[in-house]
C-alpha cells in the first residue's frame, strides 16, 4: 500500500474522512449538539431534572433542523442574490441580474420537462440525457476500474508494470482524450461516454488497489486455512475489507465524470446539458446558462451524495473492529 | 525429571493412522530470505505428536515459535524438511489443520454466526446439507457458550468472546490438528483462566490434536500432555520436551500444590530462565 499512498494525491481514507462539505460539518456539529438527552428511566421520571421537561418531540426537532440546517444557507443565498441584484442591475452590465435571469428563463426554471421541439425541451431532459452517458461511463468505469485496482493490488507483478502507466495516464485532462476518442468511435455520443470512462477509472483503480493493499495478513490466512478459491476470495474477504476504499474511488470518480461530462457536450453537440450551455452562448441566451449552472451544480451535488449513502450502507460493518 | 517422548494414553488413534506417526515435524529448517540476507529462524526440528494430545511450544520471544506454529498450518513454506501429517506432507494450508489466531482474525463484516458458517459452508459443501451445517454451525457456538451472541457482529462483543468465536470457527472445520497461535494472549487473566477451562473441556470431550503456542509457563502446564521448550533465536531448536503426567481432567485449584504440577512448572522456569535466558536478559545482566 504504502507506495501507491504515498505519492497518491488523490487517495484519502475510506469514505468518512473525505474533505466534507460546508453542510456536512454544520449537520455533525448539530448532531453532536442538538442530540436529544437520552429519556430519564421511569422511576426518576417524577423528580423533575433540570432536562426532564425538554424532552424535544418531533415538532421541535423539526425547528430545531429548520434553525441550524436550512435558515443559515437560505439567508446566506438570499444575501448573494441581493449583491448580485445590485451589481447588475445597471442596463449596461454584461452580465444578467437575478431578476432579469427569472424574466428571461422563467420556463426553464419552472419546468424541467417541457418538450416544445426538437431542440427547445426543458432542462431536466437535458440533465437526464447527461446523466445517461455519465451511468454508461461511470458504471464502466467502476467495474473495470475495481477489477483493474483488484489486479493491481493483488499482484506484484501488475502493479510494478502498471501502476507508471497509470500514474503518467491520470494526468491527461479529459478533453484530450476527445480528439483521440472521436477519431475512433467516429460518433459523438461514444466518445463522450468514453471521455466520462478514462475520466472516472484512475480514482476507482488507485483507492481499489489501496484498499486491497490494505486488507490485513489475518484475512487472508483465513482465507488460507479455509482454501478459498479466487472468486470467493474476492467476493467474500477482498470486497468487503476494500470497501470503504473503493467507495471513496468511486465518489471521487462520478464527481470527475460530471465536471468531464459538461465540458465533451460542448465539443460534441447533441442534445445534453453541456451542449445547451454551448448553444446558448453562441445565441447570447446568457440567462438559460445561468440557470444551466444551477442544475449543472445541484445534479452534481446529488450524485455525490447518492454515490456516499450507497457506500454507507453497502460498508455498514466493515469498519475494522 | 525430563521423561522421555511417549505416546500419550487416552488419545484413541483414528482410522488411517496405522502405526506411521500422527503427526511428524522432520528436521525442519526455515530461512527468511530479505533484502540479500538470509535469517536461520528454525534449525533441525524434529518431533513427532500423537493423535489427541496436548502439545504446547514455549520460548521467548522471537525464538520462532510463530514461525514453527505457521509452518505447520502451511502458511509459511519449510526451507527444508517436512511436516507430515499422517504420513502426508503439508506444503499448503487447509482446514484440517485449522489456527486460532492470536487476535481472532474475525472478519469484522460478517456477525458471529456468518463467521462461523463461512468457515462450514466452505468445508462440508456437499457433504452436509444446509440444515445440518446450520445446526453443525450452531453447536460449534454452543461448545464455546456463544450462541446468545450468534447475531452480533465481532465489533459488538469483548476480546474474549472474540476467542472463543475464533475457536468455534476453528472446532467447527473439523480439523485433524486446532493450532492455537498464543490463543489468550491478548485477555486479561481473568477471561484467561475461563477460556483456558473451555479448551481443557472441549479437549478431553472431543479429543483433538492440539498445538499450542504459549509463552506462559502456567497455562502450558496446566493444558499440555507435553511442553515443547524451545532455545533462543537466531537458529533455534527444541531443547528439550517434557511431559506433564498429571491426571485429566485437571482442577486449576487443586493443582496449586500438586507435585507433579509444581515441580514441572519448576523445571520449565529452570529452562526459560537460567539455561536460556532471553537474549535482553543477558545483556542487561
Known amino acids: 500500500m504504502q507506495h501507491l499512498a504515498v505519492r497518491e494525491p488523490l487517495v484519502a481514507t475510506p469514505a468518512g474522512a473525505l474533505p466534507s462539505t460546508v453542510a456536512s460539518l454544520v449537520e455533525a456539529d448539530t448532531r453532536m449538539t442538538g442530540k436529544p438527552k437520552p429519556a430519564a428511566p421511569a422511576t426518576v421520571a417524577s423528580t423533575v431534572s433540570p432536562t426532564g421537561d425538554l424532552r424535544p418531540n418531533a415538532a421541535m426537532r423539526f425547528v430545531q433542523w429548520l434553525g441550524t440546517d436550512v435558515v443559515p444557507p437560505l439567508l446566506v443565498v438570499l444575501a448573494l442574490l441581493l449583491i448580485w441584484e445590485l451589481a447588475c442591475a445597471s442596463p449596461q452590465s454584461s452580465l444578467p441580474a437575478p431578476t432579469k435571469i427569472w424574466a428571461e428563463a422563467k420556463d426553464l426554471i419552472l419546468d424541467p420537462f417541457f418538450v416544445a421541439g426538437p431542440q427547445d425541451i426543458g432542462l431536466g431532459w437535458r440533465v437526464l440525457t447527461s446523466l445517461q452517458r455519465v451511468a454508461i461511463g461511470f458504471g464502466l468505469a467502476a467495474i473495470v476500474g475495481i477489477a483493474l485496482g483488484a489486479l493491481v493490488g493483488q499482484s506484484q507483478w501488475a502493479m510494478r508494470g502498471l501502476d507508471p502507466i497509470f500514474q503518467v495516464l491520470r494526468t491527461v485532462p479529459p478533453l484530450a482524450w476527445l480528439p483521440i476518442s472521436l477519431a475512433a468511435f467516429r460518433d459523438a455520443n461514444p466518445s463522450a461516454i468514453f471521455v466520462i470512462f478514462i475520466t472516472a477509472i484512475w480514482p476507482v483503480i488507485i483507492n481499489t488497489a489501496v484498499g486491497i493493499r490494505n486488507i490485513p495478513q489475518d484475512y487472508r490466512n483465513v482465507a488460507q486455512v479455509l482454501r478459498l478459491n479466487q472468486l470467493e476470495f474476492f467476493w467474500r474477504i477482498m470486497v468487503p475489507a476494500a470497501a470503504p476504499y473503493m467507495f471513496t474511488g468511486l465518489r471521487i470518480g462520478i464527481g470527475l465524470s460530471w465536471l468531464a461530462i459538461v465540458a465533451a457536450e460542448m465539443l460534441t453537440g447533441g442534445v445534453g446539458i453541456g451542449f445547451f450551455i454551448w448553444d446558448a452562448w453562441n445565441s447570447s441566451r446568457l440567462s438559460d446558462i445561468v440557470v444551466a449552472l444551477v442544475y449543472i451544480g445541484v445534479v452534481g451535488f446529488v450524485l455525490d451524495r447518492l454515490v456516499a449513502w450507497v457506500g454507507q450502507i453497502a460498508t455498514r460493518g466493515t469498519a475494522a473492529s | ?285
Not at chain 2, 30 to 40: Q, V
Not at chain 2, 60 to 69: A, F, I, P, R, V
Not at chain 2, 123 to 131: A, L, T
Not at chain 2, 240 to 264: F, G, M, N, S, W
Open chain 2, 1 to 285: 525429571m525430563i521423561a522421555p517422548l511417549q505416546t500419550v494414553s487416552h488419545s484413541a488413534p483414528r482410522p488411517g493412522s496405522t502405526g506411521q506417526p500422527f503427526l511428524k515435524l522432520d528436521g525442519i529448517d526455515k530461512t527468511f530470505m530479505r533484502g540479500g540476507t538470509s535469517t536461520n529462524v528454525l534449525k533441525d526440528i524434529n518431533l513427532v505428536i500423537g493423535n489427541g494430545e496436548y502439545v504446547s511450544i514455549i520460548g521467548h520471544s522471537g525464538c520462532g515459535k510463530s514461525t514453527l506454529l505457521n509452518l505447520i498450518a502451511g502458511l509459511t513454506p519449510v526451507t527444508s524438511g517436512a511436516v507430515l501429517l499422517e504420513g502426508q506432507e503439508v506444503n499448503e494450508p487447509g482446514p484440517e489443520r485449522a489456527v486460532v489466531f492470536q487476535n481472532h482474525s474475525l472478519l469484522p463484516w460478517l456477525t458471529v454466526y456468518e463467521n462461523v458458517t463461512l468457515a462450514v459452508d466452505k468445508v462440508f459443501r456437499g457433504i452436509k446439507s444446509k440444515s445440518e451445517r446450520h445446526e453443525w454451525a450452531l453447536h460449534n457456538l454452543g461448545l464455546v457458550n456463544m450462541l446468545h451472541a450468534k447475531d452480533r457482529r465481532p465489533s459488538e462483543i469483548s476480546g474474549g468472546m472474540k476467542q472463543r468465536v475464533g475457536i468455534a470457527r476453528a472446532l467447527a472445520m473439523e480439523p485433524k490438528v486446532l493450532l492455537l497461535d498464543e490463543p489468550f494472549g491478548a485477555l486479561d487473566a481473568l477471561t484467561r483462566a475461563q477460556l483456558q477451562d473451555s479448551v481443557m473441556e472441549i479437549h478431553a470431550r472431543l479429543g483433538n490434536t492440539v498445538i499450542m503456542i504459549t509463552h506462559d509457563v502456567d497455562e502450558a502446564v496446566l493444558l499440555s500432555d507435553r511442553i515443547v521448550m524451545m532455545t533462543n533465536g537466531p537458529s533455534a531448536t527444541i531443547g528439550e520436551v517434557l511431559d506433564i503426567k498429571i491426571e485429566r481432567p485437571r482442577k486449576r485449584l487443586d493443582l496449586v500444590d500438586d507435585h507433579t504440577y509444581v515441580r514441572a512448572r519448576a523445571a520449565v522456569l529452570e529452562f526459560l530462565y537460567a539455561r536460556h535466558k532471553a537474549p535482553g536478559l543477558e545483556a542487561a545482566e
